[in-house]
């Protein structure tokens, strides 16, 4: 049998590094297009502590490897959880006198210095502007400071091509006024209404809960959480379904080679793999998601031998952690997104005749071009399902199976057109997962 390997037929469509321009919300409401109009298709990494934890030559070898994946969104926070009381590598600590209202210029040069080298790869910076988890309810007195924080960085950085994640990995509650004064805030002082703004929020939770019918928020973020054994397509579904439309993407999902659940490392604990992080993946985006955020512990920590502890993991190298599976096999996701052209996806598990379990080790997810011109469809297992092939536009059609582990596709073959046609993947195992893709001739 004949096996064409993506990863030569199809490159990635990573806007140019020179003059980066905002990417915005689609006319459709549901994913992004570029400033000329194109699809924009997000592939995010999870690198929250970068600026305070690697240096310049270490920051330029992360992205290298990021960029040869094919990453389009680097997601890091500009103020992570511990730089109040560390700084960051030369000592510079976010706030003169810790005091939220007079940033020290010398952190933010390094932060200058960092997203230069993130938009000359290539790559849109998605930043936090300080994380929220751990931190106490603020008091009504210090509305002040958060507001002159606010205005500081859309001065600064309003200019950059940036997407604004505001909160970070908690219930808003009393933080959901600092949230709304900080989306102004950015807006009215960076001059442009064209910035693309969510929410970060708590794990299994959607930043549509608190704010979809706020005009500031551009598009809902999702924390599914770090557990496999949710089902985290389902708020994908939830999400696309609102009304006003707006796109949805899980922007936190499970971390490959961190501890199901979050639970203490130890022998016989189970640690979330490159099947989990793939499967979700595809589960979502093909329940209509406008792209996908992959993270792994280690790289998200930086995490180096005599470091410390690391959070709910076996504490490997963040170089290692570089080299785990599931972030090569995500550049295979989008390759297969963007080699369908720029037609609009749409979910539709009514394709499927076979009963769909909902759980996440067997759910298939279905999605297809609105004109019914290609129609794919993700399965977890190597089981025998059926579909209904009758809606695609012509009589011919011609399907293949991808491989989301090797990025492959293997020869094409002619499709019946019915009703109910049987498709059986062609191996089985343990965490073997297959796409099928048929499209009209």
Not at 53 to 81: C, H, N
Not at 231 to 257: C, F, I, M, S, W
Not at 323 to 335: E, I, N
Not at 377 to 386: L, S
Request: proline share 6%.
């Amino acid at each position: 049998m004949v096996i064409t390997s993506l990863v030569a037929c199809l490159s990635f469509s990573l806007v140019g590094s020179k003059g980066l321009k905002p990417i915005s919300v689609d006319a459709d409401g549901r994913g992004f297009v570029t400033s000329e109009g194109k699809p924009f298709f997000w592939l995010g990494d999870t690198a929250w502590t970068m600026l305070t934890r690697l240096t310049i030559p270490e920051v330029e070898e992360y992205l290298a490897d990021r960029k040869k994946k094919g990453f389009s969104v680097i997601q890091l926070v500009l103020v992570p959880w511990d730089a109040r009381r560390n700084g960051n590598l030369t000592g510079q600590k976010p706030y003169l006198g810790d005091d939220m209202a007079k940033p020290n210029p010398l952190y933010f040069d390094h932060v200058e210095k960092v997203l230069d080298l993130v938009e000359r790869r290539g790559f849109y910076a998605a930043v936090v502007p300080f994380w929220l988890a751990g931190l106490p309810e603020p008091a009504a007195d210090e509305m002040a400071q958060y507001r002159a924080y606010g205005r500081y960085l859309g001065s600064r950085f309003g200019k950059r091509p940036l997407i604004w994640l505001l909160g970070a990995d908690r219930w808003p509650n009393g933080w959901a006024a600092v949230i709304r004064t900080f989306a102004q805030g950015l807006e009215a002082s960076s001059g442009r209404s064209d910035l693309l703004l969510t929410h970060h929020p708590a794990g299994g939770q959607s930043s549509s809960r608190f704010f979809h019918d706020d005009g500031w928020l551009d598009f809902n973020m999702l924390q599914s959480g770090h557990n496999a054994d949710l089902l985290a397509y389902r708020l994908t579904e939830t999400d696309y379904a609102k009304q006003p439309t707006k796109p949805v993407l899980d922007g936190e999902a499970a971390y490959e080679n961190i501890t199901n659940a979050l639970v203490p490392y130890g022998p016989g604990v189970r640690v979330i793999n490159d099947y989990d992080v793939r499967r979700q993946a595809y589960q979502s985006v093909f329940s209509g998601a406008a792209g996908h955020t992959y993270g792994a512990c280690e790289v998200y920590e930086f995490h180096k031998e005599g470091s410390g502890r690391a959070h709910w993991t076996i504490g490997i190298h963040w170089r290692e952690a570089l080299k785990l599976p599931g972030s090569t096999q995500m550049g295979y996701l989008r390759r297969l997104i963007e080699g369908r052209g720029p037609s609009k996806r749409v979910p539709d598990n009514s394709l499927l005749v076979s009963p769909n379990p909902d759980n996440p080790n067997e759910h298939m997810a279905v999605i297809r071009d609105k004109d019914h011109r290609w129609v794919m469809v993700y399965t977890p297992t190597a089981a025998t399902f059926r579909l209904n092939t009758r809606k695609l536009l012509k009589p011919a059609v011609s399907g293949s199976w991808f491989d989301p582990r090797k990025g492959m596709s293997l020869r094409s073959f002619n499709v019946e057109v019915g009703e109910d046609v049987e498709f059986v993947p062609p191996q089985g195992g343990q965490r073997v997962d297959w796409v099928l893709v048929l499209k009209s001739r």
